[in-house]
């Protein structure tokens, strides 16, 4: 059977994870088959976990976040019979399946979406844990935002410098009241569960926000602008449904694949206007095609706009 | 009111058992007893402190169940502990209506017992600083508060457990004079206490009790101090000891202008100057609390002060920055605390492990440099134990399974047989039996024919009286006096613990 | 602690035994009540813990854990400290670990683990230090300030994870991976010689015999040394130990420079015998199942390994029963929770049932 | 710094400093009586949770407060249960709560949700709504005054001004009523108010209690007003810092009210500028988080005026030995 290790925001933190979940669950679903998951408690289980869903024979293993390349790394080997796949992350082994996304795209798109609906000309990014890969959905946010709106004004934050912002919604609410008394009225959220807290002061306060990874609209109707989609759940349903026999080494999701996108659907129809719908269908061809280039953060660890 | 059959027992000890007593209303009734008999035991069952296994109160002739205090109170029984039960932070105002403030609001409560407090302290001779805080007070002060506390909730039986062991005489005679009022206004009183002068001087019958049990009730009037001792005890009394002159030789310690500050900044000792020769005994009687505890504790080095102190000709550091108890024990002083539960004995310990108790880095209890020869200290358990007669003899039990008096010899054995040159003895007997008594006496005066230095302090004078071969007597941390035991008596003694030199009172003892 | 009314046996066997009982009772309802089956659960545990040399190899990781921790809070307990910051001292215990293997460059895993050893002890104990200090100088409640300095500790790793000792490429807030000749032999290795086939996979690791050596050790010293002397004597009376000379500033420091220096230790089993470099919380909440295994273990330094082995199998069946069932993790938290209650705080309502047999017993014979 | 950013952050100061003031004020009526307890953090995870869990249920953030009152209560009374009945040690005690806080919110909410430990988010009448006080509107555009009073005083959830009321109030009870007279006697001398006939089980019992209800406002005020349904471990160490608090206000309503609001102004900094530059240096995110405890242990070593805890605090009662 095949197997899914979340990272520590857990399995239901609306989020990435829960797009993880999504997947498997849909593959369950379509094809009546089972699968194992495991969620971990602290940074020390993930050899654990992963050592034992390879040992009770599931293969393929499935594994959300950056956090672990570095154990796969050395758990891999020890089983050569086992395809392991993961989500974010880099391990350069024969038997793993490096799975990465290309967020900059994505965040470009909703970043222009932002700055086109905001009235303050001043939008706002809230990341969980400061690392470069967050900074790739900073970055690209920025990017696509200045894009829509030359002027305009992007404040960034970030929750913390551990897992424990990945899970911190309080502390996400706190820093969107920062964020809006700067001027904010758009605020992106890509936290994880912490982003739940983002989306409700953003409610609470009466300004829009914006969703990651799965869809989030639905969580405010008519208050989340939009939700980048980070089509994690395609890539989990893709791996179960290869099973045993699905191809190593590194793919990347892009926006052209289809693996990152923007939520439209009946929660926020009414705040996308047509004027939005035609910059978003233009500016994602011009992505696909290649005549846009969103700057990646990773490439170089800079960003063309300040994401500080 | 009555008591009729009371018992009550703490785990093995029975300290009361099938208690009887009467006490006629507007009376003064005493109650002696030795240490540890009971008394104040019975008074807090009477006080609804404890609970007793069995027996009943009648008041005023009606069966009363007293379950907490707060029965008690409502039955009109008002105590004042032996150990005062005041929160020391707050004000004498609020220690008294604390429990009776009858109403919500502190403010009103507070007028009210602001008034009441003027009468009563008109009325008796208690007057207070309603707004001073309770720790600030004398103990004189502190024991008036305990019992306004009392009056204040209109207790008609006054109970005083051992309310004159912590005043000076002139206080106590005050007490005295204040209890007799209270008679006069037909309340009755119970008087709890050792001392056969104050049952003498106050009380109108007085009841003896002996081991948990009550043994007589007489008048006063009826009676003499030595019938009332012998009751006490329960055989005559035999307090002479058998002892030949002292042959005292060299000084062995020598303490000059000792001053001590205690942690609260309370000047406990005010300019000692005092020699021990070998060979001799020299006893310090005193009220306690006047600085004997804190004398030994300093020579001892328990305890910082200030002065000098030369042991066998060597200088000591007073300070204790250079020195501290294990350094005195190396100089040949050894120390019989008088809290032997506190300091003297670790009780989980057991005996053989107490025999080496501050003595175990000695080399003959060690293996090698690293462990300790338990074997070794066994066997020298062994040998006190038998030689000091400790019952049961057996030196792997732990120390408190022992009764008080084998206790007390165990630390004896410990201390006597390391033959120091001095050694430094506080209340000995305390909560000791008779056969015990005699036993520590014994081995005691042995120690001072060997040719050791005795420095023993005790609140019992005949115990003074008859051991030592000099006496001194403190109050208010200084030196009243010395005596000669063979030329002096109680009286005389009495009268220097209490301050009085020739005929003048010293300090502001009042 | 000790009673007069009972038999030193029922004190230390029978006391801690009723308390597991009812605990695990306990938990048993709390498993009913979420719809789980109890016994299934606990033969997942058993199982999954002791079913396998796989089950082995983690429990036996944990057991090493707790040994050191419970060891830690003992040695305190003894002196009448409680010391309540294992898991700070482990922690920074952790930093020392890590430090000496990233920068120095040892020939082997033996000396690499004896610096390891002396590193995280040195970080430990003085992470230990100031709260003795305080305490023995200012009397500041060690059990606040201990408190408090796992929060610091806690804040300092991740400075030190986040900031300093993360290297530049990686996004983890953790060390570089130390050299692979610094991995310390596992059980497998060990056992090999001797033709015992155990798996390669549990991190139980040559730790596990320095844990044990160190409650010997530790026996030996509370019972055979001065020192042990001196610091059991100031835990049951520090009045008596004034009165013998004992310096409390003395016991105080020492007895908690040496229990955080054996929490420090811990940190050598979980991170060069686990992931082989730091990671947050590498310490899990062991500093803290110390208290419940130095609880049950009554403080004895040999008393302790029964419930250290307990804790390492609950908390290795605990993740079993995590993947197995739908019974999450934290139900293991819960068992702990009830053992440090009924052992620790409830101790008296065991005790007292059992004091009251005794005594009817003694009655009749 | 211009107006604007001291306004929010002292808005953000105020929603923050609310759950350590319930928690603050409850260590305080517990500590006072002789109780210690470590244990707040626990309980105001298990009332952060079943409060959540009910207004989840019943729509409703009062009923979702009683129950987050009630789970409290049951946590204190298991600690009075111990440390006063069984007369075992408070501090162990207050670990064991803790734990078993910890572990218990997580296998109920698992069990009942099925979302890894979380509700599901509330809204509506789920949440406790904010309330504007008279005249915001009015006075927001004074100089000054006027932010301060309409953002920063009005548009809090009502239990911000519920905690507010609780610090006179617990001066009020302590220091001019009987009970508080008694209360703060049995953490003095326990034995005084014993033969005083006043029973001390009674008044720790009570203490207790109230320590119960407090945190369970606290908890409820977490996940029902400041955040929107309850996430594990989500008092994220605030039941700690509210023990630091109570140290630092040397165990007085005011004083408590001056600490929490300033370890709640360090969280807001920390939120709003995760590397404070100072000019000189900057400080991390960390060394903020670590400030509470760094100053509590400053003020524990005396070197700020002694912190003197009432003195019968931490000892169980024994009248027989
Ligand atoms: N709370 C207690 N727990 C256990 N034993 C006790 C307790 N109180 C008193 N005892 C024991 O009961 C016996 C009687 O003690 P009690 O205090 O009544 O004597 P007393 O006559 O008042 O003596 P003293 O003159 O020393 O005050 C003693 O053996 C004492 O050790
Ligand atoms: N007969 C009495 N003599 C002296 N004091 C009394 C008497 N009856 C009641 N009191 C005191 O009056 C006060 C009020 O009694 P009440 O029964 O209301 O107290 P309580 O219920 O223990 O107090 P609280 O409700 O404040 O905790 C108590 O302090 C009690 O001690
Ligand atoms: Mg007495
Ligand atoms: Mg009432």
Same mark, same amino acid.
């Given at each position: 059977?095949?197997?899914?290790?979340?990272?520590?925001?857990?399995?239901?933190?609306?989020?990435?994870?829960?797009?993880?979940?999504?997947?498997?669950?849909?593959?369950?679903?379509?094809?009546?088959?089972?699968?194992?998951?495991?969620?971990?408690?602290?940074?020390?289980?993930?050899?654990?976990?992963?050592?034992?869903?390879?040992?009770?024979?599931?293969?393929?293993?499935?594994?959300?976040?950056?956090?672990?390349?570095?154990?796969?790394?050395?758990?891999?080997?020890?089983?050569?019979?086992?395809?392991?796949?993961?989500?974010?992350?880099?391990?350069?082994?024969?038997?793993?399946?490096?799975?990465?996304?290309?967020?900059?795209?994505?965040?470009?798109?909703?970043?222009?979406?932002?700055?086109?609906?905001?009235?303050?000309?001043?939008?706002?990014?809230?990341?969980?844990?400061?690392?470069?890969?967050?900074?790739?959905?900073?970055?690209?946010?920025?990017?696509?935002?200045?894009?829509?709106?030359?002027?305009?004004?992007?404040?960034?934050?970030?929750?913390?410098?551990?897992?424990?912002?990945?899970?911190?919604?309080?502390?996400?609410?706190?820093?969107?009241?920062?964020?809006?008394?700067?001027?904010?009225?758009?605020?992106?959220?890509?936290?994880?569960?912490?982003?739940?807290?983002?989306?409700?002061?953003?409610?609470?306060?009466?300004?829009?926000?914006?969703?990651?990874?799965?869809?989030?609209?639905?969580?405010?109707?008519?208050?989340?602008?939009?939700?980048?989609?980070?089509?994690?759940?395609?890539?989990?349903?893709?791996?179960?449904?290869?099973?045993?026999?699905?191809?190593?080494?590194?793919?990347?999701?892009?926006?052209?694949?289809?693996?990152?996108?923007?939520?439209?659907?009946?929660?926020?129809?009414?705040?996308?206007?047509?004027?939005?719908?035609?910059?978003?269908?233009?500016?994602?061809?011009?992505?696909?095609?290649?005549?846009?280039?969103?700057?990646?953060?990773?490439?170089?660890?800079?960003?063309?706009?300040?994401?500080? | 009111?009555?008591?009729?059959?009371?018992?009550?027992?703490?785990?093995?000890?029975?300290?009361?058992?099938?208690?009887?007593?009467?006490?006629?209303?507007? #009376?003064?009734?005493?109650?002696?007893?030795?240490?540890?008999?009971?008394?104040?035991?019975?008074?807090?069952?009477?006080?609804?402190?404890?609970?007793?296994?069995?027996?009943?109160?009648?008041?005023?002739?009606?069966? #009363?169940?007293?379950?907490?205090?707060?029965?008690?109170?409502?039955?009109?029984?008002?105590?004042?502990?032996?150990?005062?039960?005041?929160?020391?932070?707050?004000?004498?105002?609020?220690?008294?209506?604390?429990?009776?403030?009858?109403?919500?609001?502190?403010?009103?409560?507070?007028?009210?017992?602001?008034?009441?407090?003027?009468?009563?302290?008109?009325?008796?001779?208690?007057?207070?600083?309603?707004?001073?805080?309770?720790?600030?007070?004398?103990?004189?002060?502190?024991?008036?508060?305990?019992?306004?506390?009392?009056?204040?909730?209109?207790?008609?039986?006054?109970?005083?457990?051992?309310?004159?062991?912590?005043?000076?005489?002139?206080?106590?005679?005050?007490?005295?004079?204040?209890?007799?009022?209270?008679?006069?206004?037909?309340?009755?009183?119970?008087?709890?206490?050792?001392?056969?002068?104050?049952?003498?001087?106050?009380?109108?019958?007085?009841?003896?009790?002996?081991?948990?049990?009550?043994?007589?009730?007489?008048?006063?009037?009826?009676?003499?101090?030595?019938?009332? @001792?012998?009751?006490?005890?329960?055989?005559?009394?035999?307090?002479?000891?058998?002892?030949?002159?002292?042959?005292?030789?060299?000084?062995?310690?020598?303490?000059?202008?000792?001053?001590?500050?205690?942690?609260?900044?309370?000047?406990?000792?005010?300019?000692?100057?005092?020699?021990?020769?070998?060979?001799?005994?020299?006893?310090?009687?005193?009220?306690?609390?006047?600085?004997?505890?804190?004398?030994?504790?300093?020579?001892?080095?328990?305890?910082?002060?200030?002065?000098?102190? #030369?042991?066998?000709?060597?200088?000591?550091?007073?300070?204790?920055?250079?020195?501290? @108890?294990?350094?005195?024990?190396?100089?040949?002083?050894?120390?019989?605390?008088?809290?032997?539960?506190?300091?003297?004995?670790?009780?989980?310990?057991?005996?053989?492990?107490?025999?080496?108790?501050?003595?175990?880095?000695?080399?003959?209890?060690?293996?090698?440099?690293?462990?300790?020869?338990?074997?070794?200290?066994?066997?020298?358990?062994?040998?006190?134990?038998?030689?000091?007669?400790?019952?049961?003899?057996?030196?792997?039990? #732990?120390?408190?399974?022992?009764?008080?008096?084998?206790?007390?010899?165990?630390?004896?054995?410990?201390?006597?047989?390391?033959?120091?040159?001095?050694?430094?003895?506080?209340?000995?007997?305390?909560?000791?039996?008779?056969?015990?008594?005699?036993?520590?006496?014994?081995?005691?005066?042995?120690?001072?024919?060997?040719?050791?230095?005795?420095?023993?302090?005790?609140?019992?004078?005949?115990?003074?009286?008859?051991?030592?071969?000099?006496?001194?007597?403190?109050?208010?941390?200084?030196?009243?006096?010395?005596?000669?035991?063979?030329?002096?008596?109680?009286?005389?003694?009495?009268?220097?613990?209490?301050?009085?030199?020739?005929?003048?009172?010293?300090?502001?003892?009042? | 602690?000790?009673?007069?009314?009972?038999?030193?046996?029922?004190?230390?066997?029978?006391?801690?035994?009723?308390?597991?009982?009812?605990?695990?009772?306990?938990?048993?309802?709390?498993?009913?009540?979420?719809?789980?089956?109890?016994?299934?659960?606990?033969?997942?545990?058993?199982?999954?813990?002791?079913?396998?040399?796989?089950?082995?190899?983690?429990?036996?990781?944990?057991?090493?854990?707790?040994?050191?921790?419970?060891?830690?809070?003992?040695?305190?307990?003894?002196?009448?400290?409680?010391?309540?910051?294992?898991?700070?001292?482990?922690?920074?215990?952790?930093?020392?670990?890590?430090?000496?293997?990233?920068?120095?460059?040892?020939?082997?895993?033996?000396?690499?683990?004896?610096?390891?050893?002396?590193?995280?002890?040195?970080?430990?104990?003085?992470?230990?230090?100031?709260?003795?200090?305080?305490?023995? &100088?200012?009397?500041?409640?060690?059990?606040?300030?201990?408190?408090?300095?796992?929060?610091?500790?806690?804040?300092?790793?991740?400075?030190?994870?986040?900031?300093?000792? &993360?290297?530049?490429?990686?996004?983890?807030?953790?060390?570089?991976?130390?050299?692979?000749? /610094?991995?310390?032999?596992?059980?497998?290795?060990?056992?090999?010689?001797?033709?015992?086939?155990?798996? &390669?996979?549990?991190?139980?690791?040559?730790?596990?015999?320095?844990?044990?050596?160190?409650?010997?050790?530790?026996?030996?010293?509370?019972? &055979?040394?001065?020192?042990?002397?001196?610091?059991?004597?100031?835990?049951?009376?520090?009045?008596?130990?004034?009165?013998?000379?004992?310096?409390?500033?003395?016991?105080?420091?020492?007895?908690?420079?040496?229990?955080?220096?054996?929490?420090?230790?811990?940190?050598?089993?979980?991170?060069?015998?686990?992931?082989?470099?730091?990671?947050?919380?590498?310490?899990?909440?062991?500093?803290?199942?110390?208290?419940?295994?130095?609880?049950?273990?009554?403080?004895?330094?040999?008393?302790?390994?029964?419930?250290? /082995? /307990?804790?390492?199998?609950?908390?290795?069946?605990?993740?079993?029963?995590?993947?197995?069932?739908?019974?999450?993790?934290?139900?293991?938290?819960?068992?702990?929770?009830?053992?440090?209650?009924?052992?620790?705080? /409830?101790?008296?309502?065991?005790?007292?049932?059992?004091?009251?047999?005794?005594?009817?017993?003694?009655?009749?014979? | 710094?211009?107006?604007?950013?001291?306004?929010?952050?002292?808005?953000?100061?105020?929603?923050?400093?609310?759950?350590?003031?319930?928690?603050?004020?409850?260590?305080?009526?517990?500590?006072?009586?002789?109780?210690?307890?470590?244990?707040?953090?626990?309980?105001?995870?298990?009332?952060?949770?079943?409060?959540?869990?009910?207004?989840?249920?019943?729509?409703?953030?009062?009923?979702?407060?009683?129950?987050?009152?009630?789970?409290?209560?049951?946590?204190?009374?298991?600690?009075?249960?111990?440390?006063?009945?069984?007369?075992?040690?408070?501090?162990?005690?207050?670990?064991?709560?803790?734990?078993?806080?910890?572990?218990?919110?997580?296998?109920?909410?698992?069990?009942?949700?099925?979302?890894?430990?979380?509700?599901?988010?509330?809204?509506?009448?789920?949440?406790?709504?904010?309330?504007?006080?008279?005249?915001?509107?009015?006075?927001?555009?004074?100089?000054?005054?006027?932010?301060?009073?309409?953002?920063?005083?009005?548009?809090?959830?009502?239990?911000?001004?519920?905690?507010?009321?609780?610090?006179?109030?617990?001066?009020?009870?302590?220091?001019?009523?009987?009970?508080?007279?008694?209360?703060?006697?049995?953490?003095?001398?326990?034995?005084?108010?014993?033969?005083?006939?006043?029973?001390?089980?009674?008044?720790?019992?009570?203490?207790?209690?109230?320590?119960?209800?407090?945190?369970?406002?606290?908890?409820?005020?977490?996940?029902?007003?400041?955040?929107?349904?309850?996430?594990?471990?989500?008092?994220?160490?605030?039941?700690?810092?509210?023990?630091?608090?109570?140290?630092?206000?040397?165990?007085?309503?005011?004083?408590?009210?001056?600490?929490?609001?300033?370890?709640?102004?360090?969280?807001?900094?920390?939120?709003?500028?995760?590397?404070?530059?100072?000019?000189?240096?900057?400080?991390?995110?960390?060394?903020?988080?670590?400030?509470?405890?760094?100053?509590?242990?400053?003020?524990?070593?005396?070197?700020?005026?002694?912190?003197?805890?009432?003195?019968?605090?931490?000892?169980?009662?024994?009248?027989?030995?």
């Amino acid at each position: 059977d095949p197997a899914l290790i979340y990272d520590l925001g857990g399995k239901f933190d609306k989020s990435f994870n829960e797009a993880a979940f999504g997947g498997a669950e849909r593959w369950a679903a379509e094809t009546g088959g089972t699968y194992r998951d495991i969620e971990m408690q602290s940074e020390a289980q993930r050899e654990q976990a992963l050592r034992r869903l390879a040992e009770s024979g599931s293969n393929p293993i499935v594994m959300t976040g950056f956090a672990f390349s570095s154990v796969l790394e050395q758990v891999a080997p020890d089983y050569p019979d086992t395809t392991f796949a993961i989500i974010d992350g880099y391990v350069d082994a024969p038997n793993v399946r490096n799975i990465n996304f290309s967020e900059h795209e994505g965040s470009y798109l909703v970043g222009m979406l932002a700055a086109m609906a905001s009235e303050t000309g001043t939008v706002s990014f809230v990341g969980g844990m400061d690392i470069p890969l967050i900074r790739r959905f900073a970055c690209g946010y920025a990017q696509g935002a200045v894009a829509a709106n030359a002027d305009v004004n992007v404040i960034v934050n970030y929750t913390g410098t551990t897992p424990a912002a990945w899970n911190d919604p309080v502390r996400g609410g706190e820093i969107t009241s920062a964020q809006i008394s700067q001027g904010s009225d758009v605020v992106y959220a890509a936290a994880g569960g912490t982003g739940v807290g983002v989306l409700q002061t953003a409610a609470d306060s009466g300004i829009l926000s914006i969703g990651v990874d799965s869809n989030q609209n639905y969580m405010h109707p008519g208050q989340v602008l939009t939700s980048m989609l980070k089509r994690v759940d395609n890539a989990v349903f893709d791996v179960f449904s290869a099973g045993t026999d699905v191809e190593t080494g590194s793919f990347v999701m892009d926006l052209a694949s289809g693996g990152v996108g923007w939520a439209l659907d009946e929660n926020n129809e009414s705040l996308i206007t047509e004027d939005m719908r035609a910059a978003m269908a233009a500016a994602e061809a011009s992505i696909a095609s290649g005549e846009t280039v969103v700057h990646d953060y990773t490439s170089d660890n800079s960003c063309p706009v300040s994401v500080d | 009111m009555e008591l009729r059959g009371i018992s009550k027992a703490f785990g093995p000890v029975q300290a009361n058992k099938d208690i009887n007593i009467r006490v006629r209303k507007g #009376t003064i009734h005493g109650i002696i007893g030795e240490n540890g008999a009971g008394k104040s035991t019975l008074m807090s069952i009477l006080y609804g402190f404890y609970r007793s296994d069995s027996g009943e109160v009648l008041i005023d002739g009606k069966p #009363t169940q007293i379950t907490d205090s707060l029965a008690a109170i409502r039955a009109g029984i008002g105590m004042v502990f032996q150990h005062f039960k005041l929160v020391e932070n707050f004000t004498v105002l609020e220690n008294v209506i604390l429990g009776a403030e009858g109403g919500a609001l502190l403010q009103p409560s507070k007028a009210r017992a602001r008034k009441l407090l003027t009468q009563l302290a008109d009325d008796y001779e208690l007057s207070v600083d309603p707004d001073a805080v309770v720790e600030d007070l004398n103990v004189g002060h502190q024991q008036r508060v305990e019992i306004l506390k009392a009056l204040y909730r209109q207790a008609n039986i006054l109970i005083l457990d051992e309310p004159t062991g912590v005043l000076t005489p002139a206080e106590a005679d005050h007490l005295f004079r204040i209890l007799r009022g209270l008679k006069e206004q037909g309340k009755t009183i119970i008087l709890i206490t050792h001392k056969l002068r104050e049952i003498m001087e106050v009380t109108d019958e007085v009841s003896v009790m002996r081991r948990g049990e009550m043994v007589a009730t007489v008048n006063t009037a009826d009676t003499n101090p030595s019938e009332l @001792a012998e009751l006490m005890v329960g055989r005559k009394v035999l307090l002479d000891v058998q002892k030949t002159p002292a042959q005292p030789g060299e000084v062995v310690v020598s303490v000059r202008n000792l001053q001590v500050i205690d942690r609260h900044g309370v000047e406990r000792l005010r300019g000692i100057d005092l020699d021990v020769r070998a060979g001799e005994i020299l006893g310090i009687a005193g009220v306690a609390g006047n600085g004997q505890s804190q004398l030994l504790e300093v020579l001892a080095g328990m305890m910082p002060g200030t002065g000098t102190m #030369t042991m066998n000709g060597a200088d000591m550091d007073l300070s204790l920055r250079r020195d501290n @108890a294990r350094t005195r024990r190396e100089d040949s002083i050894a120390h019989v605390h008088e809290d032997r539960h506190r300091c003297g004995l670790i009780l989980d310990f057991m005996a053989w492990e107490n025999v080496a108790f501050g003595y175990h880095d000695r080399p003959e209890y060690q293996k090698n440099a690293l462990l300790m020869d338990n074997a070794a200290i066994l066997e020298d358990a062994k040998g006190k134990i038998e030689r000091f007669d400790v019952r049961p003899p057996n030196p792997m039990l #732990t120390a408190e399974s022992f009764s008080g008096g084998n206790q007390q010899k165990i630390v004896l054995a410990r201390e006597i047989e390391r033959n120091p040159d001095l050694l430094l003895v506080g209340q000995p007997t305390r909560g000791v039996d008779i056969g015990a008594i005699e036993f520590i006496h014994k081995r005691l005066i042995e120690l001072r024919d060997q040719g050791k230095a005795i420095l023993l302090v005790s609140v019992e004078l005949d115990e003074i009286l008859s051991l030592s071969d000099r006496i001194i007597v403190m109050f208010d941390g200084k030196i009243m006096g010395e005596r000669d035991p063979e030329q002096t008596n109680a009286q005389e003694l009495g009268l220097l613990m209490a301050g009085v030199v020739g005929d003048s009172v010293t300090g502001d003892a009042a | 602690m000790s009673s007069r009314n009972m038999p030193k046996w029922a004190d230390v066997l029978l006391v801690p035994l009723f308390s597991l009982v009812i605990a695990f009772a306990i938990s048993a309802l709390v498993i009913l009540a979420i719809g789980e089956d109890p016994i299934r659960a606990m033969e997942l545990m058993v199982t999954g813990s002791l079913g396998s040399t796989y089950g082995w190899g983690y429990t036996l990781y944990y057991t090493t854990n707790f040994l050191l921790t419970g060891l830690a809070v003992s040695i305190a307990f003894q002196a009448k400290l409680f010391n309540i910051g294992g898991e700070g001292q482990a922690l920074i215990g952790g930093l020392g670990v890590a430090l000496v293997c990233l920068y120095v460059p040892w020939p082997n895993w033996w000396t690499a683990m004896i610096g390891a050893i002396l590193a995280s002890a040195v970080f430990g104990a003085l992470w230990a230090a100031i709260p003795a200090y305080l305490q023995a &100088r200012r009397g500041s409640h060690i059990v606040i300030t201990t408190i408090m300095f796992n929060f610091i500790a806690a804040s300092v790793l991740n400075y030190m994870l986040s900031h300093v000792l &993360r290297p530049p490429a990686s996004m983890d807030p953790a060390t570089a991976r130390f050299a692979s000749e /610094l991995r310390l032999p596992r059980l497998a290795d060990v056992l090999e010689p001797f033709g015992i086939a155990f798996s &390669r996979s549990g991190p139980a690791n040559v730790m596990l015999f320095v844990a044990l050596a160190f409650c010997v050790l530790a026996y030996v010293m509370m019972s &055979r040394t001065k020192l042990g002397f001196e610091i059991r004597a100031f835990g049951q009376s520090e009045p008596a130990a004034h009165y013998a000379g004992i310096s409390a500033f003395r016991i105080i420091m020492i007895a908690m420079l040496i229990s955080g220096a054996l929490s420090g230790v811990m940190a050598v089993n979980s991170v060069m015998g686990g992931p082989q470099r730091l990671v947050m919380n590498a310490v899990e909440g062991a500093g803290f199942i110390g208290i419940a295994v130095a609880l049950m273990g009554r403080s004895h330094p040999i008393g302790i390994i029964a419930p250290a /082995l /307990l804790f390492g199998f609950l908390f290795q069946g605990g993740s079993e029963l995590a993947i197995e069932t739908t019974i999450p993790r934290e139900m293991i938290v819960i068992i702990q929770a009830l053992v440090i209650m009924f052992t620790g705080a /409830l101790d008296n309502l065991v005790r007292q049932p059992l004091e009251a047999m005794f005594a009817l017993g003694r009655r009749k014979s | 710094m211009d107006l604007a950013t001291i306004v929010q952050i002292l808005e953000s100061t105020l929603r923050l400093a609310t759950p350590l003031l319930f928690t603050c004020l409850a260590g305080l009526f517990s500590e006072r009586a002789g109780i210690f307890d470590i244990g707040l953090e626990g309980k105001l995870l298990v009332a952060a949770f079943f409060s959540a869990a009910f207004a989840f249920y019943t729509g409703s953030a009062w009923l979702g407060l009683l129950a987050g009152i009630a789970a409290s209560v049951v946590f204190a009374l298991i600690h009075g249960f111990a440390s006063i009945t069984f007369r075992g040690n408070q501090l162990i005690s207050g670990v064991a709560i803790n734990f078993l806080a910890a572990g218990m919110t997580v296998v109920v909410a698992q069990s009942l949700f099925h979302q890894g430990g979380r509700t599901p988010p509330l809204s509506g009448n789920a949440r406790f709504e904010r309330i504007d006080l008279p005249f915001a509107d009015a006075l927001r555009d004074v100089p000054v005054i006027g932010p301060l009073y309409s953002n920063v005083l009005s548009g809090n959830s009502v239990l911000v001004y519920l905690g507010l009321l609780a610090v006179p109030l617990t001066w009020w009870v302590l220091y001019r009523t009987r009970f508080g007279l008694r209360l703060r006697a049995v953490g003095e001398n326990p034995a005084a108010v014993d033969t005083a006939g006043v029973s001390v089980v009674r008044m720790r019992y009570y203490a207790v209690i109230i320590a119960g209800v407090l945190c369970g406002i606290g908890g409820a005020y977490l996940s029902t007003s400041l955040a929107a349904g309850f996430v594990k471990d989500m008092s994220a160490g605030r039941g700690y810092i509210a023990l630091a608090a109570l140290i630092f206000a040397k165990w007085r309503p005011w004083q408590a009210l001056v600490a929490v609001l300033l370890f709640g102004m360090l969280e807001a900094i920390a939120n709003r500028w995760p590397n404070l530059d100072l000019g000189l240096i900057t400080l991390p995110n960390q060394f903020m988080a670590a400030l509470p405890y760094i100053l509590t242990v400053v003020i524990l070593a005396g070197f700020v005026g002694k912190a003197i805890p009432p003195r019968a605090g931490g000892e169980p009662y024994v009248k027989e030995r």
